[in-house]
């Protein structure tokens, strides 16, 4: 598998959190009680798994990459990605804050919860189809087939220094379990 293709199977999982997280945010808005494991483990997959592991595999080996081969690290299609990534990890504190907010009984929890969870699904939603649409079918052009196995490789060291063994797939179930209370 291209290394582009594992980044997009990774998006999938990203956008149905997505769903789900709107899902949450109406609900609380709605004045519905959320579980704060739920809570919880939605701002660990954004933080551990869309962050951490999706977007360092971007950052550290990807657009590396692309630069090498030519694609402008600023003011060009890495830029935008880059700043998105920060302003997605600003959003990700936010929500955080939100939660602890909505477990201290906060007021105005609720609307900051929401508020950071709607701003970030909007922002992902359009980050990931950017990047599928633009910067990967660029990377596909531009890379070999031998940057893309070290591509591959790199991303499989990653994942397993930064999530660990085993968790990308707690992670599946998790959006599995998730899917069917909110979506369903």
Do not use: W
Not at 21 to 28: G, M, T
Not at 58 to 79: K, M, Q, S, W
Not at 100 to 123: C, E, H, I, R, T
Not at 128 to 150: H, M, P
């Amino acid at each position: 598998m291209r290394a582009t293709q594992e980044l997009r199977n990774e998006h999938e999982g990203i956008k149905l959190l997505l769903r789900i997280l709107k899902s949450v945010a109406d609900r609380v808005l709605a004045g519905e009680a959320v579980p704060r494991e739920d809570l919880d483990s939605i701002g660990e997959f954004l933080s551990v798994f869309a962050d951490r592991c999706h977007h360092g595999k971007e950052e550290d080996h990807l657009f590396p990459a692309l630069a090498e081969a030519g694609v402008p690290r600023d003011g060009g299609p890495i830029a935008v990605m880059l700043g998105e990534h920060t302003r997605g990890r600003s959003l990700i504190a936010d929500l955080k804050d939100g939660i602890a907010g909505l477990q201290a009984k906060l007021d105005g929890a609720p609307a900051k919860f929401a508020a950071a969870s709607l701003a970030y699904v909007d922002l992902l939603t359009q980050h990931t189809e950017k990047e599928n649409q633009v910067l990967f079918r660029i990377a596909d052009q531009r890379l070999s087939a031998a940057d893309d196995e070290r591509l591959v490789q790199a991303f499989a060291k990653l994942e397993h220094e930064r999530i660990g063994p085993g968790k990308h797939e707690e992670f599946h179930a998790l959006l599995d379990r998730l899917r069917a209370q909110y979506l369903e």
